[in-house]
């Protein structure tokens, strides 16, 4: 019997690092889709899969270019497509918002037509997001909740869903949309809010710098473990039936309770070191995500396993580990000192969540 082909449009990020690893322990032909730039430089463009290099297959193509998706399809023939790729920081999508909308937008469009032209029977995972709620219209978030997104990022992701949506309607492809709900690791980019707190924390415990410099303290949102968040991106392709799913934990925490935590793990005290910098707000902010996972639950039997807690442990343990400053060892600020901040965690102010 031969392998099942799996092409990864993302690969590279977060969840296509995780997805791949799955894939491969499950006995996929893994293939992924990188920039052409990234082929030419792998050294420093595709490091963070630098261990997977030798077991899937990358190809060279780009969101923009029709031809590249089209050509990338017919040579693989994927029996499933995950399309992970997008221009993902929503910080970003206010300062440039053609190319958000451009790339997002026309990138989604472009698999999907090339799968209704070349390999019809693939299945196809479409990356939503929380950020397509929000000014959130009830809580919790569940996949029947009306959108109103608050950014380009957030429109883009709506237009893909429409799109992965009419493509199961129009064409008859078995089509999959995950709205997931915050997802972090220790792989997580550094733009990203959560990854900057663990980094800047574990920065601050190497005596590399004082401070941290945040927005909006609080913002909620729900939070949970991206290699679990990637299971029940497979798990939607396995069904019988192509539908939408909210991925979530069902819990919420505030940016400053994340901010505090990681302090608190490190052995500092976060009065000691935040700094809040109103040039991080966003011009329209989302307060309050949190989703409603019964159907992933009831129908893919998926389950979050991760805690709070153990979320933001294991990022601040990797980030002081790669610092050379482990948990356990007295760090350099712990017997410095610093000019505390008037307030602590709270004020006014905009921070990336995606």
Not at 93 to 102: R, V
Request: hydrophobic share 40%; with cysteine; glycine share 8%.
């Amino acid at each position: 019997m031969s392998k099942r082909v799996a092409l990864i449009n993302g690969i590279t990020g977060q969840d296509g690092y995780y997805l791949a690893e799955l894939l491969l322990a499950k006995g996929y032909e893994v293939h992924g889709i990188v920039r052409r730039v990234a082929l030419q430089d792998p050294a420093h463009r595709l490091e963070r899969i630098a261990h997977l290099l030798d077991r899937v297959r990358l190809h060279g193509a780009s969101l923009e270019s029709f031809p590249s998706i089209y050509r990338v399809l017919a040579e693989v023939r994927p029996d499933e497509c995950y399309h992970l790729a997008a221009q993902s920081f929503v910080s970003y999508s206010f300062d440039d918002e053609f190319s958000t909308l451009n790339t997002n937008v026309n990138g989604t469009h472009y698999m999907l037509a090339a799968i209704k032209d070349v390999v019809p029977n693939c299945r196809f995972y479409f990356a939503g997001s929380s950020e397509m709620f929000g000014k959130i219209a009830e809580l919790p978030q569940t996949e029947t909740t009306r959108f109103h997104p608050r950014s380009a990022y957030g429109i883009s992701k709506v237009a893909g869903f429409d799109l992965t949506r009419n493509y199961r309607e129009a064409y008859g492809l078995f089509a999959c949309s995950g709205i997931l709900f915050n997802h972090e690791s220790p792989r997580r980019g550094f733009e990203f809010v959560t990854r900057k707190i663990s980094f800047g924390v574990a920065r601050i415990r190497a005596g590399i710098t004082d401070c941290l410099h945040l927005g909006n303290l609080e913002a909620k949102r729900d939070w949970g473990h991206a290699g679990e968040y990637v299971e029940a991106m497979w798990r939607m392709l396995q069904q019988d039936v192509p539908d939408d799913f909210v991925v979530a934990t069902g819990d919420t925490h505030s940016v400053a309770e994340f901010a505090q935590l990681a302090f608190e793990i490190a052995g500092l005290d976060h009065r000691d070191h935040l700094r809040l910098d109103v040039e991080l707000y966003r011009p329209a902010e989302v307060h309050l995500l949190v989703g409603n996972a019964q159907k992933a639950r009831s129908v893919l039997g998926w389950q979050h396993r991760t805690s709070f807690e153990q979320l933001v442990r294991q990022m601040v343990t990797a980030d002081c580990q790669s610092l050379g400053c482990p948990l356990g060892i007295p760090s350099v600020s712990a017997v410095s000192s610093y000019r505390a901040v008037p307030g602590g965690l709270t004020g006014p102010g905009i921070q990336e969540l995606v």
